[in-house]
């Protein structure tokens, strides 16, 4: 509030991030506001609609951390299938013996692999998932023009799935889309990824279903209301989980980081900016 008092009639741009959006208030306190220059690819951070009332422009950081996001959420299909976290733990509390080994686990070879949301991470997902023998089925509310089964709907498409992978945005439009429905679809040997936002996934839901075997596990890179990480997911042997670390890199965070600058240089040399989102 003092920096705004300060300084708030000269502000003429905005650099925010995951943690530190935008809404209509904030927008309110700087009349002369005319680009939002966010870091990440997903900005449901920022209250948009209020940005197009105000004619500043919003921008995000897409495709250049497409490779990162998809090496985590191969990661998290694969750590969530074959319990790799898990039986690390199982050796390092000294549970290996000469005769019994670790459980046996589930192969992802020949399984479905069914991406909620195709865009540019999903397909990215796709062409690795594909390398790992899997086969790739969607569902996106817009049908596209690619090799892969597509679903009408969430429902149809996990229950041909063995792994629902959502890479969907977050916001109002995807708040819950995957819910009870989706999970009874799924069933007790799905598995359920989330790259995208917690809050495209009913969390209290999901812990229910992971602690009655409802489903067989969950990978997660996102929550609700980050960084509180609801406390029932610590002691659920089915969750992998990761502090949002998708795009978590040297490289793809300093590549963000120049494209988020790129926009503003640009917007104060009064030039197009680069990836505008409107
Ligand atoms: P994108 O290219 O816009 O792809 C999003 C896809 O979701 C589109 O194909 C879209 O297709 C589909 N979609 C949107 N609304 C939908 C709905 N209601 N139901 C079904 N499908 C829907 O975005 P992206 O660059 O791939 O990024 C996707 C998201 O990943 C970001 O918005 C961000 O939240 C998340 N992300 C997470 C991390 C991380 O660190 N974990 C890093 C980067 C991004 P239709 O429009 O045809 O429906």
Redesign the pocket.
């Known amino acids: 509030d003092a920096f705004l008092k300060r300084h708030a009639a000269t502000v003429r741009a905005l650099a925010t991030y995951t943690a530190w959006g935008a809404d209509a208030k904030l927008m309110d306190a700087l009349p002369k506001l005319g680009l939002i220059s966010h870091f990440?690819?997903?900005?449901?951070s920022i209250d948009v609609a209020a940005a197009k009332q105000r004619n500043a422009m919003v921008t995000n950081t897409?495709?250049v951390?497409?490779d990162?996001?998809a090496d985590?959420a191969m990661s998290l299909v694969l750590n969530v299938m074959r319990q790799f976290p898990r039986s690390e733990n199982w050796l390092r509390a000294g549970k290996w013996h000469a005769v019994i080994g670790y459980p046996l686990t589930v192969s992802l070879g020949g399984k479905t692999l069914g991406i909620?949301?195709?865009?540019?991470?999903?397909?990215v997902i796709a062409k690795r998932a594909q390398a790992f023998g899997m086969k790739i089925a969607y569902?996106?509310?817009?049908?596209?023009d690619v090799p892969y089964a597509y679903y009408a709907d969430?429902v149809a498409l996990a229950k041909n799935c063995t792994v629902l992978l959502i890479?969907?945005?977050?916001g109002a439009?995807?708040m819950n889309?995957v819910n009870a429905k989706v999970l009874d679809a799924l069933g007790p040997r799905g598995f359920v990824v989330n790259?995208?936002?917690g809050s495209v996934i009913d969390e209290p839901v999901l812990i229910k279903y992971l602690r009655e075997n409802r489903i067989a596990g969950a990978g997660l890179?996102?929550f609700v209301k980050e960084p509180q990480v609801p406390p029932e997911f610590f002691a659920l042997e089915n969750a992998v989980i990761y502090p949002?670390?998708?795009?978590?890199t040297v490289e793809t965070r300093t590549a963000m980081g120049d494209l988020q600058l790129e926009n503003l240089r640009l917007y104060f040399a009064g030039k197009p900016v680069k990836t505008r989102v409107v």
């Open positions: 990440g690819v997903g900005y449901d897409p495709d951390l497409n990162c996001v985590t909620l949301g195709l865009g540019r991470i999903g397909e569902h996106n509310r817009n049908q596209k969430a890479a969907t945005p977050g439009e995807t889309l790259i995208a936002r890179d996102v949002h670390v998708g795009s978590g």
